[in-house]
C-alpha cells in the first residue's frame, strides 16, 4: 500500500511539474535585452562616408556595462554622422530604454547637436543608405539634455529625416516638433519609451507618462512606413545606454 503511495504521489506531482512547466510565463515577460551588457553583438555601425560596419574611431563601444557613444579619439567632428542598426527590423513591440549624457561635445560638433542625440526608429537597412548619408531616412525620437537650468529642452521628441506623420488630424513635415516632456539637466539617468503599432500609431513616453504621440508614419514619396530598423545615433554627443529592451507586440487582432 505505501508503495502504491509514493507511486500515485509521484505520478501526481510529475503531471504538475510537467503542466506547470508549459503554462509557465517568461519570468521577464517578454521582453528581449538588446544589448547584453558586454559586447555589440547584434548590432552594426553605419558612419557618414565610411562602409557598413566600420566602426570609425570606435565611437561605439561598451563601458562598465553601459553602450557608449564616446569621442576621445576623435581631434575633430568631421561630419561623421553616425548610427549603430540593431540586427533585426520590427513593427509592432515597445522598446524601453535608459540613456544619460555625460562630458563634453566633441570640437568642431555642430551647436545644435549639444547634448542631443536620437533613436531611429522604421529606419531604412544601413546597406540600403548612401555612403555620405547622414541619417537613416526614419522617424528620429530625439534624446535631449538641459543645457542650463534656466532653459526648457524636452526630451523625446520626433525629428523626421526622409519621413513626414500625422500629428494633430494633419499631415505634419516639420522637420523637428517637440514633446511635452520635462528638461532633464546634469548627468542623470533617464527613462524612455516608444509603443509602435506600425503604420498607424506611436507613442513616446518618459517616465511612463506619454510625451506625444502621432500616427501614419510615411516616407516623403507617401509610402507607408509599418516596420524598419532600429539604431542609435552618434552625432558629436557623448552618452551612456544602460538598458535596451524590445517586447513585440504581435499581429493585430
Request: proline fraction near 5%; charged fraction near 25%; aromatic fraction near 10%.
Amino acid at each position: 500500500m505505501l508503495r502504491l503511495i509514493c507511486v500515485i504521489v509521484a505520478v501526481v506531482v510529475g503531471i504538475s511539474v510537467g503542466t506547470s512547466h508549459v503554462k509557465a510565463e517568461p519570468i521577464d515577460g517578454g521582453w528581449i535585452q538588446l544589448f547584453d551588457g558586454k559586447t555589440l553583438k547584434g548590432w552594426t555601425p553605419k558612419f557618414r562616408g565610411e562602409p557598413v560596419g566600420e566602426n570609425y574611431l570606435n565611437t561605439f563601444r561598451v563601458e562598465d556595462g553601459l553602450l557608449t557613444v564616446s569621442y576621445d579619439q576623435y581631434e575633430t567632428w568631421n561630419e561623421k554622422f553616425g548610427h549603430l542598426f540593431y540586427k533585426e527590423p520590427a513593427g509592432r513591440y515597445r522598446l524601453r530604454f535608459e540613456y544619460r549624457f555625460l562630458g563634453d561635445q566633441v570640437g568642431g560638433g555642430p551647436n545644435w547637436a549639444r547634448r542631443n542625440n536620437g533613436i531611429m526608429i522604421h529606419g531604412q537597412e544601413p546597406a540600403a543608405m548612401k555612403l555620405d548619408q547622414k541619417f537613416p531616412n526614419s522617424l528620429e525620437v530625439q534624446l535631449l539634455g538641459g543645457l542650463n537650468e534656466k532653459s526648457k529642452r524636452p526630451t523625446l521628441n520626433l525629428c523626421t529625416p526622409g519621413t513626414f506623420v500625422r500629428l494633430n488630424d494633419k499631415d505634419h513635415k516639420q522637420h523637428c516638433t517637440n514633446s511635452n516632456s520635462r528638461t532633464f539637466n546634469g548627468d542623470q539617468w533617464v527613462t524612455g519609451e516608444i509603443i509602435v503599432d506600425g503604420d498607424r500609431s506611436i507613442q513616446h513616453l518618459v517616465d511612463g507618462e506619454v510625451v506625444m504621440e502621432y500616427s501614419q508614419p510615411r516616407l516623403d514619396d507617401g509610402t507607408p512606413l509599418a516596420s524598419g530598423t532600429i539604431s542609435i545615433q552618434a552625432e558629436s554627443a557623448p552618452i551612456q545606454f544602460r538598458r535596451i529592451e524590445l517586447k513585440h507586440l504581435g499581429e493585430r487582432e
